[in-house]
């Protein structure tokens, strides 16, 4: 086939064309960066102190709960007292206390375990007295032992001498816990002994009314 030749001069035109250089586009400067904060490290956390379980500690805290009505954790608080510090005075007032919610809570066997253990090692007469006592009414609220055997041992808890109000809590309950049927014969003397001794006391009005039926028509 045939060639059909190229245009020479259209070509050295084009070549001899003169080359226009393309004017610089000026550069947008980026401004610096700020220059970064240096970094604050946060303060340091400064845990609260632990404070020591001391007896007294201890016991405000059983305080505490009981005034909200925690008794669980009163009962709980109160007995890590006693396992931390079994010999300090504390201890034996949080034994009586204790044995108080046990008590309350239909737990006798348990209550009578930190009430013996008062008895026979306290150190202070009132609390050792309360602790006598609280056995003593143990014994007629469960019926533990004959009537006779709780009846003996407030008796025996008045012979002791101990202190008015005790003493006049002994005698109440040794009133109030006769046998309906024998409450004449059985407590007759213990209600004119409360009214004579303690005529404002708060089973006064108790002691009264058995003693107007005794002496009754």
């Known amino acids: 086939p045939e060639h059909k030749p190229v245009p020479v001069r259209r070509t050295v035109a084009m070549l001899e064309s003169p080359v226009v250089a393309a004017e610089p586009v000026p550069m947008i400067e980026t401004p610096p960066a700020p220059e970064a904060a240096p970094a604050v490290a946060p303060p340091p956390v400064v845990a609260a102190p632990v404070l020591p379980e001391t007896p007294g500690l201890l ?20 007995e890590r007292m006693i396992a931390l510090h079994p010999g300090d005075a504390l201890a034996d007032q949080g034994r009586l206390e204790l044995a108080r919610l046990l008590a309350r809570s239909g737990e006798p066997e348990a209550a009578r375990v930190h009430l013996t253990t008062l008895v026979h090692g ?3 007469k009132t609390l050792v007295d309360s602790a006598r006592l609280g056995l003593c009414r143990l014994a007629l609220e469960t019926r533990k032992g004959s009537p006779g055997e709780a009846r003996s041992c407030l008796r025996a808890f ?43 006391g708060p089973y006064g009005a108790q002691a009264r009314a058995l003693l107007e039926r005794c002496t009754g028509p």
């Open 122 to 124: 306290g150190r202070d």
């Open 158 to 200: 008045r012979a002791s001498d101990p202190s008015p109000v005790e003493d006049a809590a002994a005698l109440a309950l040794l009133i109030g816990h006769a046998a309906p049927d024998k409450a004449c014969t059985e407590a007759r003397a213990d209600a004119e002994e409360y009214v004579a001794k303690y005529p404002q």
């Open 59 to 78: 016991y405000g805290r059983a305080e505490t709960f009981l005034r909200r009505g925690d008794v669980v954790a009163a009962r709980a608080t109160l």
